[in-house]
């Protein structure tokens, strides 16, 4: 979501929180028209505390001048003094009904976001509601671009380590919910690395969560990184831990054989046995790829566990996914694999990249030497 700027009403507070007052009486709220002799902050309490009156009329652009008079208020008030109010209009706004009022909710909320100051810790409570408002309009990526602007729009505010796993869990929900399955997994990756060795056991449940969602995931397939996460590690031994091990880096056979011994503990899961055997066919494929430059669709067919009349059709469904590069020759039966992604990065892999990388130097090197030579011999 762009940048906003305070909206400034060329009235007095007071005179502001007069008309408010009358409007929202107008609309049978239980307000008085007076202002109060408390000053304008017990104005606001009394406004905020039926603001939400203005949703029965449904009109958007009248809802969000008004709402938008509210914040331009809000920010006038010193910080300290302002906290309850700035919670208590956040939450009045998660409750807009209905998509259109919604977005208006969202845009409001928004603008007082990026009214306050930088180093106000408030700032956090209101993208926290922010974000639950995105959910239900379904917009989060209008206010989320990815972790580290995250980090970097909440760190002069400071927010607390279990402010920020509070936050991380609900954009991990609210990214699932939306489709965002490759941002929810790196949120979660973040969220879980806000852990210290010291409380690793305290992270189990998001621990589990992050697995589960990175299992069920079709589009997730390097697996590896969660197994050096200090909560997954702290993990190791149980079931769930097992699964994800055969996942990242076992094959087929090795995943129907615990499936067959564990059935009940998957199902329990809420994983799906069929989705499970069509991701660990893939990733078999993958492990095969990364040893074997040709595969024969007798291979395929044997070590995939599948009819010879679905070999094609798989293959197909492999270079869709680009995670291998590949030719397939039906003539002659096989499959020309040209590069394929590791499911596991250790040292071997970072080996391998080394070696790929002084091939290339040297070859710069010579083709460079050649050129020179050639330069030479022209002068």
Known sequence: MTTVQSVFIDIAPEDQAVELRQYFKSLGAEISEEKSPKGIEDDLHKIIGVCDACFKEG???????????????????????????????????????????????????????????????????????????????????????????????????????EQMQKLLRLLHDVLLSCKQSELAAKVMQELLGTYTHENASDAREDAQRCIMAALSDPHTFLLDPLLKLKPVRFMEGELIHDLLTVFVSEKLPDYIKFYQEHKEFVNSLGLNHEQNLKKMRLLTFMQLAEANSEMSFDTIQDELQI????????????????????????SARKVHISSTMHRTFGKPQWMQLRDVLHNWKNNVSTVYAGMKAIGLQAQ
């Open 307 to 330: 009819e010879e009349s679905q070999v094609e059709a798989f293959i197909i469904d492999v270079l869709k996914t680009k995670l291998v590069r590949a030719r397939m020759d039906q």
């Open 59 to 161: 009109n958007e652009l009248e809802v969000e001048g008004v709402l938008n008079a509210i914040v331009s208020m809000l920010v006038l008030v010193p910080v300290e003094r302002a906290e309850n109010l700035i919670l208590a209009f956040s939450e009045k706004l998660t409750k807009a009904p209905g998509p259109k009022l919604g977005c208006v909710a969202l845009r409001v909320l928004w603008l007082l976001f990026q009214s306050l100051e930088p180093r106000c810790l408030m700032r956090y409570h209101v993208y926290y509601h922010v974000v639950q408002i995105a959910r239900q309009v379904d917009q989060v990526r209008a206010v989320f671009k990815d972790v580290d602007h995250l980090k970097l729009q909440l760190a002069p505010c400071s927010p607390s380590n």
